[in-house]
Nanobody, 124 residues
Framework: QVQLVESGGGLAQAGGSLRLSCAANGRTFSAYQMGWFRQAPGKEREFVAAITRSSRTTYYADSMKGRFTISRDNAKNTVYLQMNSLKPEDTAVYYC?????????????????WGQGTQVTVSS
């Protein structure tokens, strides 16, 4: 079992940046493909980005391409989401998720483990 804990959320101004972190317990972090999702009030949870086990492949939702960067450090059991050029519509609770897989996944139902989420609020 994997436990995930997100951090780094907070308040940012439009055009600003935030870096989210997600720390995982256990010794098999490198066996998991990691993803970030977000959920705004009244909306469904949506895919943000994913990264494969060795960081060979990253994948982004279209609206995040060029602004967000997902990365991971397997030695630190941590996955990151660097968010630049933030917009008010990026306001949401951001979740990291893990699935034991060789490829990337973009659907929330494919993920096995979830963090508790961290709030990101972007003011205009």
């Amino acid at each position: 079992q994997v436990q995930l804990v997100e951090s780094g959320g907070g308040l940012a101004q439009a055009g600003g940046s935030l870096r989210l972190s997600c720390a995982a317990n256990g010794r098999t972090f490198s066996a998991y493909q990691m993803g970030w999702f977000r959920q705004a009030p009244g909306k469904e949870r949506e895919f943000v980005a994913a990264i494969t086990r060795s960081s060979r492949t990253t994948y982004y939702a279209d609206s995040m391409k060029g602004r967000f960067t997902i990365s991971r450090d397997n030695a630190k059991n941590t996955v990151y989401l660097q968010m630049n050029s933030l917009k008010p519509e990026d306001t949401a609770v951001y979740y990291c998720a893990a699935v034991r897989s060789y490829s990337y996944h973009t659907t929330s139902s494919e993920y096995e483990y979830w963090g508790q989420g961290t709030q990101v609020t972007v003011s205009s």
